[in-house]
């Protein structure tokens, strides 16, 4: 069965730091990769997605996302944090091919605290 | 556009009784989900539909039905609420499976 882990709960950081929020998943081929982010009592906006090519793939609000398809990851980085950049962050992912496309299935979400 | 619109925002039920989510996008999008949002269980897949009159379940359907007459609606149904179905539902839609899902701002529900 495929499914996405996002392994931290929370990830803190420092405003101008760097930051990466770690995504790996377990889907059998190729399959097509998105993060989404979502700010308090809202529905989820969508970053990036990568769906074949270039391993880095270049997102909204500055955010990237590195493919990595032998440790079968899709971390979400930024080189310097907002404070407008907290949020819950959700990794997702969907099979590639004529079965189950309409499935995407989503990790469990990592918040993002951005400290001043 | 509108985008994904869902009704209603808000909603209380008591235990046993039956209710529709509403969904409508107006991007022409073949492809429609439910989703709900539990703390720390990220978002599950309860019903998708990959076109008019074609649907199917995703990881947590049992309790819910669904039905895509059209291409612009996909309602959820459930058909006898209980308190494990108190969360916040989503609708999403897309134009394709390569191409980003377009969400609602939610419903939430609760049942007492």
């Known amino acids: 069965a495929q499914s996405v882990a996002q392994p931290e709960d929370q990830v803190n950081v420092a405003e101008g730091n760097p930051l990466t929020v770690k995504c790996t998943y377990s889907v059998s081929g190729n399959p097509y990769l998105f993060w989404y982010v979502q700010y308090p009592n809202r529905g989820l906006q969508f970053l990036l997605k990568y769906i074949t090519g270039d391993n880095l793939v270049k997102g909204s609000y500055g955010f990237e996302a590195e493919f990595n398809k032998s440790q079968t990851s899709f971390h979400l980085k930024k080189p310097s944090a907002l404070v407008s950049d907290s949020a819950l962050y959700f990794c997702?992912?969907?099979?590639?091919?004529?079965?189950?496309?309409?499935?995407?299935?989503f990790g469990q979400g990592t918040t993002l605290q951005v400290k001043p | 556009n509108a985008g994904v619109t869902q009704t209603p925002k808000f909603q209380v039920l008591k235990t046993g009784q039956s209710m529709t989510l509403q969904c409508a996008q107006d991007?022409?999008?073949?492809?429609m989900s439910w989703y709900r949002q539990d703390p720390g269980m990220g978002l599950r897949l309860i019903h998708y539909s990959v076109g008019a009159g074609i649907t199917d379940q995703g990881e947590v359907p049992n309790g819910y039905n669904v039905s895509r007459s059209t291409t612009e609606d996909f309602p959820l149904r459930l058909l006898s609420a209980a308190p494990s179905q108190t969360s916040v539902y989503f609708c999403?839609?897309?134009?394709?499976?390569?191409?980003?899902?377009?969400f609602g701002p939610g419903t939430r529900l609760t049942v007492t």
């Open positions: 997702a992912v969907r099979e590639r091919g004529s079965s189950n496309t309409g499935k995407l299935i």
């Open positions: 999403a839609s897309s134009y394709s499976q390569t191409y980003e899902q377009y």
């Open positions: 991007m022409n999008h073949e492809y």
